[in-house]
């Protein structure tokens, strides 16, 4: 009988533990001024970068959510990545792009941001451009990383750059009212259908 009487008081501990954690995430999530949004197939399906004598594979979500996140967090804060039905004053949908040509040795790089309101306004769309000369067959890791970090710093300048953006950002908005949820963003209109790759 007391055993029977401490597990039951052991499940109820780790009840109210788990509701108090729970609690705790939604109030962490309510804090998010931005969510940011890396469609999966970024993170499934490499892309290939070409040369005569060797191509190289890579995933651009892991390495575009690594440079991009802590920028823009640096930037506005309360900031964290698409999860299920999270939703935020502000969803940025990022779309990376990347082409390596051998005859040059260059690589071009491009980080696109459609940036929405809670309801699922586009506010604009921000594109951060670079080229970056190096070479696909020594440390192509070093050259893709800083030609995006390169591209992520001009998409983040126009946007900076965007009044209206600045203002709808920095505007306190009530909770839960202007607040669209991660998992409705492939619905939300873009300005151009994006194919996978180049």
């Known amino acids: 009988m007391k055993k029977q009487i401490t597990h039951i008081l052991l499940a109820l501990t780790l009840l ?90 260059l690589f071009y790089s491009e980080v696109t ?20 000369h190096g070479f696909l067959n020594i440390k192509p890791d070093y050259w893709i990383e800083k030609s995006y970090a390169r591209a992520i710093d001009e998409m983040v300048a126009k946007m900076q750059a965007d009044s209206a953006l600045q203002t709808l950002i920095n505007t306190p908005q009530a909770s839960g009212t202007n607040a669209t949820p991660c998992s409705m963003v492939t619905l939300l209109p873009t300005p151009r259908i994006r194919a996978m790759s180049f």
């Open 16 to 105: 109210l533990n788990l509701n108090a954690l729970a609690d705790e995430a939604s109030v962490a999530n309510n804090n998010t001024n931005m969510l940011v949004y890396i469609q999966p197939v970024e993170y499934s399906n490499p892309i290939s970068l070409w040369h005569p004598y060797r191509d190289y594979w890579f995933y651009q979500g892991p390495v575009v959510e690594r440079l991009a996140m802590p920028r823009l967090t640096q930037l506005y804060g309360a900031v964290s990545l698409c999860e299920s039905n999270q939703s935020a004053n502000t969803l940025v949908w990022l779309q990376p792009r990347m082409f390596y040509n051998p005859q040059v040795q």
């Open 113 to 132: 941001a459609n940036v929405y309101t809670g309801i699922g306004k586009l506010v604009g769309t921000y594109v951060g451009e670079f080229k970056q």
